[in-house]
């Protein structure tokens, strides 16, 4: 299951994309709930830095799926359906 997964340690937000299954690619619910978990932080004046990662060991694949949902939008566009 893809989840987006936050937590404070100290003075860090930490931003975990969790989708193990597809090495951490970010799906469009978590594309989605990053701007309110970013947003959280950002309200916390004990938060100094916002760290994005992806979840266990193996993989952080961010950037194909993200132009994916971009690629996505774009063609619902080009379609008239946004």
Do not use: C, Y
């Amino acid at each position: 299951m893809a989840e987006l997964i936050t937590r404070k340690e100290n003075a860090v937000g930490w931003v975990i994309f969790s989708n193990p299954a597809k090495f951490n690619a970010v799906s469009h619910d978590m594309w989605m709930a990053l701007p309110k978990a970013i947003a959280a932080f950002d309200a916390d004046p004990e938060v100094r830095l916002i760290a994005i990662t992806g979840d266990g060991d193996k993989a952080f694949h961010f950037r194909r799926r993200h132009f994916a949902v971009r690629e996505g939008a774009r063609q619902r566009r080009s379609a008239g359906n946004l």
